[in-house]
């Protein structure tokens, strides 16, 4: 990140004015540097420091408001999910969906089911998961998709199982009182 750093710094992101560009262009960044923080921030990611990496994918988001939107959010949601900031993780994948569906499928689909199947709002799991089934085509990546998402889906019908056997009990105590 040698190259962003010697050309940004806090005081010059406070100077940025608000308009039409992007904060990034009027700092003079390009394309090279916003690729080096994304490449940085999913090192990151992938090195298990998720919270570097949302700052990484916040700064992202603050330079380029416009550029590849999806995926900042699809990155934050995935930092926050493993921060277990789950909710506000749900948030960002929702965020990206919305953005822009077909970039950002399936992961995004599978990433939110996943998320919703921890907060346990199982049914809103189950579109996700049966959207981002719908979202695959043949790939190498696919097809490891494919296995996390049949594993995802073995996992929700064991929780649903597993609440519905709660929630018949409690409602037998309820009934013995």
């Not at 988001?61 to 939107?69: K, Q, V």
């Not at 296995?147 to 073995?154: D, F, Q, S, V, Y």
Request: some cysteine; proline content about 4%; overall charge neutral.
């Amino acid at each position: 990140m040698w190259l962003f750093r010697s050309r940004v710094s806090v005081a010059k992101l406070r100077e940025v004015p608000s308009g039409r560009r992007e904060p990034a262009e009027a700092l003079k960044l390009g394309d090279l540097a916003r690729d080096e923080i994304a490449w940085e921030a999913n090192k990151l990611l992938k090195a298990d420091r998720p919270a570097e990496a949302l700052a990484l994918f916040d700064l992202l988001a603050a330079l380029w408001p416009r550029s590849s939107p999806d995926i900042v959010h699809l990155g934050r949601g995935v930092c926050r999910q493993k921060l277990g900031k789950l909710v506000e993780a749900d948030e960002s994948y929702t965020a990206a969906i919305e953005l822009d569906p077909a970039a950002s499928a399936p992961h995004a689909w599978i990433n939110r089911g996943e998320t919703r199947i921890l907060l346990g709002r199982f049914d809103d799991a189950t579109t996700d998961l049966a959207q981002a089934r719908r979202s695959l085509t043949e790939t190498a990546e696919s097809r490891e998709l494919l296995l996390r998402l049949n594993e995802l889906e073995r996992i929700l019908e064991i929780r649903r199982k597993k609440f519905a056997r709660i929630d018949s009990s409690n409602g037998e105590s309820k009934n013995q009182e």
